[in-house]
């Protein structure tokens, strides 16, 4: 059975009509449209915004806002957001990203969400019609939220210093076995004197590796100086077990795969000399 | 439940029909318009069977609902041969063996004329990319690749 669709003009609207029960919102139709195919009778009916903001990237003074309904390929072809190819290009295959929206990912499960992965190592900000939340709040609060997210902001990170890695069976496109986003800064002589690292498919959503994370202020990028990060890299994490990899395999692999990004030997990775 | 319209130009020629609000486009087309060439195979957008072209961009119409559509140019499989004569990419498919079922055979062409409509003469590794969301169980897909290389080959040997 078709499910209507109720198309409003401001985000504002759509909202009040998103609080029937059994209403989903609808981005680019990935995941819901998804759930409906798949015959999720939770699914009522759709409700979407064509708010023109929604749409929109805008980079200025070093900050980027990108709308909630932006695409993967939108962002993936944007001339100013070259550090994000590789995420945005993460997601699914052509169609897909064509169709697959900035505010969608935020709530894709685990395996899907590659780009929230790099959004949260970005420590962005959420925005909803209700107020703005750090991504990693907005995380812990997902399952329950009933507000259309209208946009993402973050500072974008200086050159080189944003790195993400996918690790799947099937190349080019496969479902992550896990994803991998850090931002690093380093200090004159090398060491790190910042890192925000971010994981995916180590939970049911995407979380931080804070142990590793901390293990790593002070050291050099180097093999003996990411040996204590990699050595706590799986602290805190519950990767599940799923057709792709299972939850044992993700856990072994993880610091290998970690330890390939910190060192920059992951292949076409842009990394600072 | 009131059906409401939709309109839109399919391989340039306009249509318009009254649906059921909440109609994936692949149902539209298939089942209201008759286009059979979008096939729905899995439905989620694992398959890539049921691709299309809307407005010069490769989407997958089982998840695509038809209201989004209105107003859009959709270019489907069996709109690109003109006048009895194939496209050069049905003519390559054939040619190279590059469709045993036929199942996968429509989106691969629409994901593959995306390709070639921005990038003429694609490299193998962009070819391998541009399919990479539609999956074929037959061909192991050596073919399909070959088959658009040798597309892309005549139409720059027809535009020189």
Same mark, same amino acid.
């Given at each position: 059975? $078709?499910?209507?669709?109720?198309?409003?003009?401001?985000? /504002?609207?759509?909202?009040?009509?998103? /609080? $029937?029960?059994?209403?989903?919102?609808?981005?680019?139709?990935?995941?819901?449209?998804?759930?409906?195919?798949?015959? =999720?009778?939770?699914?009522?009916?759709?409700?979407?915004?064509?708010?023109?903001?929604?749409?929109?990237?805008?980079?200025?003074?070093g900050t980027v806002r990108i709308g909630a309904s932006v695409t993967m390929a939108a962002i993936a072809r944007h001339p100013d957001l070259g550090t994000l190819t590789r995420a945005a290009r993460?997601?699914?295959? !052509?169609?897909?990203?064509?169709?697959?929206?900035?505010?969608?990912?935020?709530? $894709?499960?685990? !395996?899907?969400?590659?780009?929230?992965?790099?959004?949260?190592?970005? =420590?962005?900000?959420? *925005?909803?019609?209700?107020?703005?939340? !750090?991504?990693?709040?907005?995380?812990?609060?997902?399952?329950?939220?009933?507000?259309?997210?209208?946009?993402?902001?973050?500072?974008?990170?200086?050159?080189?210093?944003?790195?993400?890695?996918?690790?799947?069976?099937?190349? !080019?496109?496969?479902?992550?076995?896990? *994803?991998?986003?850090?931002?690093?800064?380093?200090?004159?002589?090398?060491?790190?004197?910042?890192?925000?690292? $971010?994981?995916?498919?180590?939970?049911?959503?995407p979380m931080r590796a804070k142990a590793a994370e901390k293990a790593l202020l002070g050291r050099k990028l180097t093999s003996d100086g990411i040996a204590p990060a990699l050595a706590v890299a799986s602290e805190g994490t519950s990767p599940t077990t799923d057709p792709i990899a299972s939850a044992w395999y993700r856990a072994q692999v993880l610091p290998v795969h970690l330890g390939r990004l910190l060192l920059g030997q992951v292949a076409g990775m842009e990394t600072k000399a | 439940m009131a059906k409401v319209p939709v309109q839109f130009t399919l391989n340039g020629a306009e249509k318009a029909e009254f649906i059921d609000s909440g109609t994936t486009l692949l149902h539209a087309l298939r089942d209201k318009i008759g286009d059979t060439s979008p096939k729905g195979g899995c439905h989620q957008g694992t398959c890539g069977a049921c691709s299309v072209i809307i407005d010069g961009e490769l989407r997958l119409s089982c998840l695509t609902l038809a209201e989004t559509c209105n107003g859009a140019a959709i270019t489907t499989t069996s709109g690109l041969s003109e006048g009895g004569v194939l496209h050069p990419l049905q003519r390559a498919f054939l040619d190279?063996?590059?469709?045993?079922?036929?199942?996968?055979?429509?989106?691969?062409?629409m994901a593959a004329k995306v390709l070639l409509d921005h990038t003429p003469n694609p490299s193998r590794d962009e070819v391998v990319e541009a399919l990479s969301g539609n999956i074929c169980r037959c061909t192991g897909y050596e073919p399909i690749i070959q088959a658009v290389l040798t597309a892309a080959r005549s139409n720059s040997q027809n535009a020189a």
């Open positions: 059975m $078709a499910l209507a669709l109720q198309t409003f003009s401001t985000v /504002k609207d759509a909202n009040a009509a998103l /609080k $029937a029960t059994g209403t989903r919102y609808l981005g680019g139709g990935t995941l819901v449209v998804r759930a409906a195919n798949e015959g =999720d009778v939770s699914i009522s009916s759709f409700v979407r915004s064509t708010e023109p903001s929604q749409s929109a990237i805008t980079v200025s003074g993460a997601v699914g295959g !052509p169609a897909i990203r064509n169709m697959a929206t900035v505010g969608g990912n935020l709530f $894709a499960p685990t !395996p899907y969400g590659d780009f929230t992965v790099a959004l949260l190592a970005l =420590d962005a900000t959420v *925005s909803t019609d209700g107020g703005d939340l !750090p991504i990693e709040t907005f995380l812990a609060k997902r399952d329950g939220s009933h507000a259309i997210v209208t946009s993402v902001g973050f500072a974008l990170p200086p050159q080189g210093g944003f790195r993400f890695l996918k690790v799947s069976r099937i190349k !080019p496109k496969g479902i992550s076995v896990l *994803s991998i986003a850090a931002v690093l800064e380093q200090a004159a002589d090398g060491t790190v004197s910042a890192a925000r690292i $971010a994981l995916g498919c180590m939970a049911d959503r | 190279a063996f590059a469709t045993q079922c036929g199942f996968c055979t429509p989106g691969m062409i």
